[in-house]
């Protein structure tokens, strides 16, 4: 098992509500295991939550986030999804990504952030870099170039 931190940051572009702005809350979900975010107003609800999960096959698993919105007439209404899938994901990094809502009236995008702790790709180790020797320029003794003043 693996663990992997979901922070749902904000959405932005979701349509307005019918006579008002909406109020949305995100389901996040793997497998059974769900949670809510609180409810945010607008069509750029920001929520900045973090939900915990423990992933048994992280290459077949997939991350699920709904939206669902609070109009005056339409209430708990369906406003847009995505599924993420966590092959692929670098352990110990943050991915910091929007994804494109599908299955919603706009072309709303939702802003996650997502690390594993004890699963997912190496990270690539930076390779050393080797100095290149520059010749210095030539320059004439007591010019101002060649002072080195505070």
């Keep these: 098992m693996g663990l992997l931190d979901v922070r749902v940051c904000e959405a932005r572009g979701l349509a307005d509500g019918i006579l008002a702005s909406p109020s949305t809350y995100c389901i996040v979900q793997i497998g059974p295991h769900q949670y809510h975010t609180v409810t945010s107003r607008g069509t750029d609800p920001k929520w900045e939550e973090v ?74 180790q930076p390779q050393p870099q080797f100095a290149v020797a520059v010749p210095l320029a030539s320059h004439q003794q007591g010019s101002p170039q060649a002072k080195c003043e505070p």
């Design 51 to 124: 939900f915990r999960f423990q992933v048994a096959d992280p290459q077949s698993t997939q991350l699920h986030i709904f939206i669902k919105g609070s109009r005056p007439l339409l209430p708990d209404s369906h406003v847009g999804c995505c599924a993420v899938s966590l092959d692929g994901l670098t352990k110990g990094v943050v991915l910091d990504k929007w994804f494109l809502l599908k299955e919603c009236s706009t072309s709303a995008e939702l802003r996650l952030r997502l690390m594993t702790h004890d699963f997912g790709l190496e990270a690539q």
